[in-house]
């Protein structure tokens, strides 16, 4: 019996996960489809009982159902336990739903699909200090990269960050501008920047040394002020595109036992948002 996928939300229709996963299955020539799926936040639960008794294989989340969701899962994974927010639902033989999180994972995979490990062993400066910084910097830190240093504007917040995390630090915003040329790796995760709605710059690059790998995990604008300004001063840059395609690439992972072609799909949705910023 031919499977279905799906991505639920509200709104939905902005969704790039279909094209991902359609493109993905007939490329590897797996006979199923995949949907978006509009669930209003008070039909989350409703949705989900709906979701098992059809036999859905398996869906992603996104806004605003990712912390919520939890409550209504069987099981949920470290993955998403780290980051307190589910984006994967995994339907098992029995029917157990297992909600993980692949966002964290996949920014890893993206940076070392551009970079390799160069910057493993480096110091690693995370701009923020919500449910994105920390998943980013769980995955970093079991994959090698680090020491970690957080900063953020509640400075509260990045202390308790840092104390979670075995050799981590906290920074103000300040120190952490002032001591920027220390840093082989800069990961920004905040939403300055997003969607062009939010204007300015997380922190200020003055003092940014040439060759820093300066990452922002926003992908719409493809290159946000903060990633222009790095870039113009000499470091390699990494938008959120690839983040997004790895993410999508290791839930397809964990469905279809399949490897999906990650480079020519980031390839794809960076012409398209490329055309759809030409046309705004």
């Given at each position: 019996?031919?499977?279905?996928?799906?991505?639920?939300g509200?709104?939905?229709?902005?969704?790039?996960?279909p094209?991902?996963?359609?493109?993905?299955?007939?490329?590897?020539?797996?006979?199923?489809?995949y949907?978006?799926?509009?669930v209003?936040?008070?039909?989350?639960?409703?949705?989900?009982?709906?979701?098992?008794?059809?036999?859905?294989?398996g869906?992603?989340?996104?806004?605003?159902?990712k912390?919520?969701?939890?409550?209504?899962?069987?099981?949920?994974?470290?993955?998403?336990?780290?980051?307190?927010?589910?984006?994967?639902?995994h339907?098992l033989?029995?029917?157990?739903?297992t909600?993980?999180?692949?966002?964290?994972?996949?920014?890893?995979?993206?940076l070392?699909?551009?970079?390799?490990?160069?910057?493993?062993?480096?110091?690693?400066?995370?701009?923020?200090?919500?449910?994105?910084?920390?998943?980013?910097?769980?995955?970093?830190?079991?994959?090698?990269?680090?020491?970690?240093?957080?900063?953020?504007?509640?400075?509260?917040?990045?202390?308790?960050?840092?104390?979670?995390?075995?050799?981590?630090?906290?920074?103000?915003?300040?120190?952490?501008?002032?001591r920027?040329?220390?840093?082989?790796?800069?990961?920004q995760?905040?939403?300055?920047?997003?969607?062009?709605?939010?204007?300015?710059?997380?922190?200020?690059?003055?003092?940014?040394a040439?060759?820093?790998?300066?990452?922002?995990?926003?992908?719409?604008?493809?290159?946000?002020?903060?990633?222009k300004e790095?870039?113009?001063?000499?470091?390699?840059?990494?938008?959120?595109?690839g983040?997004?395609?790895?993410?999508?690439?290791?839930?397809?992972?964990?469905?279809?036992?399949?490897?999906?072609?990650?480079?020519?799909?980031?390839?794809k949705?960076?012409?398209?948002?490329?055309?759809?910023?030409?046309?705004?």
């Amino acid at each position: 019996m031919k499977k279905w996928y799906a991505v639920i939300g509200d709104p939905i229709e902005q969704s790039m996960s279909p094209l991902l996963h359609t493109t993905w299955f007939e490329e590897t020539q797996i006979d199923a489809a995949y949907i978006p799926v509009l669930v209003k936040p008070e039909k989350l639960k409703d949705a989900v009982e709906s979701f098992r008794t059809l036999g859905c294989s398996g869906w992603n989340i996104t806004a605003p159902h990712k912390q919520t969701i939890m409550s209504y899962l069987d099981q949920i994974d470290e993955s998403a336990t780290v980051m307190g927010a589910v984006n994967t639902v995994h339907r098992l033989e029995d029917g157990t739903l297992t909600g993980s999180n692949t966002d964290s994972l996949g920014f890893v995979r993206s940076l070392e699909e551009v970079f390799g490990d160069t910057g493993k062993g480096t110091k690693t400066l995370i701009v923020g200090a919500g449910g994105a910084a920390r998943g980013i910097a769980y995955a970093l830190h079991a994959e090698g990269y680090g020491p970690l240093v957080f900063t953020n504007r509640t400075m509260e917040k990045a202390e308790k960050l840092a104390a979670d995390i075995s050799g981590s630090t906290a920074l103000s915003i300040k120190d952490a501008e002032n001591r920027l040329a220390e840093f082989g790796l800069i990961v920004q995760t905040t939403s300055v920047g997003m969607n062009f709605a939010q204007q300015g710059m997380p922190i200020q690059l003055k003092n940014l040394a040439a060759g820093t790998i300066v990452s922002d995990i926003i992908y719409n604008p493809l290159e946000t002020e903060f990633l222009k300004e790095a870039r113009q001063r000499g470091a390699q840059v990494l938008n959120g595109v690839g983040m997004f395609v790895h993410q999508g690439a290791l839930s397809f992972e964990t469905w279809t036992n399949t490897t999906p072609n990650t480079e020519k799909m980031t390839e794809k949705l960076t012409e398209i948002l490329e055309e759809q910023h030409v046309n705004n």
